[in-house]
């Protein structure tokens, strides 16, 4: 009989001779084990990475034989691995990927190019190496299929190929890269994550006004804020306010550029990210001390 992940947690531990307060300390609590341990209550991702390190074991030993549970554990996968992109959180990024890759249940081909995608983050923002992680980023585009799921990847990794080549300076490749992303999104009507739009557009936008494409850029961030008031989201809302006073500054419409980049402070600190209003703040200063965008 196939035991569940509560019971293997429980079963190993006690044949290890190992406490529940000393499995727990440093993880969770030791009432929230005692909860696992009797499946009452499903273990976040990284409490179970915890247990398993505690226990010696890999993660997947814990892993059901019944599709649902490995499908649970699969999407717990992918949420951690979002948190940990928006967080910045390379690191994590790279424990995760260490544990996954050889695992049964990420072979599929949509998994692993997933893993590639976050893989080559690693590389370039942890261990700033530029041509590998450019390397890995083509390498998964050219596992594509013609799928809906293997197109949303192919977004996030043109977007990721245009974002580190606008960084690195290499302006037109960005543009090449983020106008690519750009047509797909597009052609596709049944994207699952639909914030992909915003992300997509804004980047194209901040690089068509690093190249003067001014009208360009305009016209890419009000297709932008239609689409955050169509979805009522505010991701991306107050980036897109900031860029549009970025282009209207170069144009030379000073009062209306600095009136954008205040409504884009003001969002900011709505959204609770005071370090981002500070910078606008600082911008502003420095502009009307400078003239200079």
Request: proline letters at 1%; one cysteine or more; a negative charge.
């Amino acid at each position: 009989m196939n035991l569940t992940v509560g019971e293997k947690i429980k079963d190993l531990r006690k044949r290890l001779n190992i406490s529940q307060a000393g499995l727990a300390n440093g993880v969770c609590s030791q009432s929230e084990l005692s909860r696992i341990e009797r499946d009452q209550h499903q273990p976040s991702y990284m409490t179970l990475k915890g247990i398993a390190d505690k226990l010696g074991v890999n993660i997947t030993h814990f892993l059901s034989d019944t599709n649902s549970e490995r499908e649970d554990y699969m999407q717990e996968v992918w949420k951690q691995l979002d948190k940990a992109r928006r967080d910045r959180d390379y690191e994590t990024i790279e424990d995760i990927i260490k544990v996954e890759q050889n695992n049964p249940s990420f072979q599929s081909q949509q998994a692993r190019r997933n893993l590639m995608w976050h893989k080559s983050m690693v590389q370039y923002h942890l261990y700033n190496d530029f041509e590998l992680a450019m390397s890995t980023l083509k390498d998964c585009l050219s596992l594509s299929s013609f799928d809906r799921f293997s197109a949303e990847i192919n977004i996030q990794v043109l977007c990721s190929l245009g974002i580190m080549s606008r960084n690195e300076g290499l302006l037109y490749e960005a543009k090449s890269y983020h106008e690519q992303a750009y047509d797909l999104i597009n052609e596709i009507t049944n994207l699952n994550d639909k914030r992909i739009i915003a992300k997509v557009r804004y980047n194209l936008a901040k690089v068509y006004t690093d190249l003067n494409e001014i009208e360009k850029s305009l016209k890419v961030c009000h297709q932008g804020l239609s689409y955050c008031r169509e979805y009522e989201d505010l991701y991306t809302f107050a980036e897109f306010h900031y860029q549009i006073g970025r282009n209207l500054l170069k144009k030379g419409h000073v009062e209306l550029g600095i009136e954008y980049w205040k409504k884009s402070e003001f969002l900011f600190e709505l959204e609770g990210k005071e370090n981002l209003s500070n910078i606008i703040e600082h911008d502003i200063q420095s502009f009307q001390e400078h003239e200079s965008v």
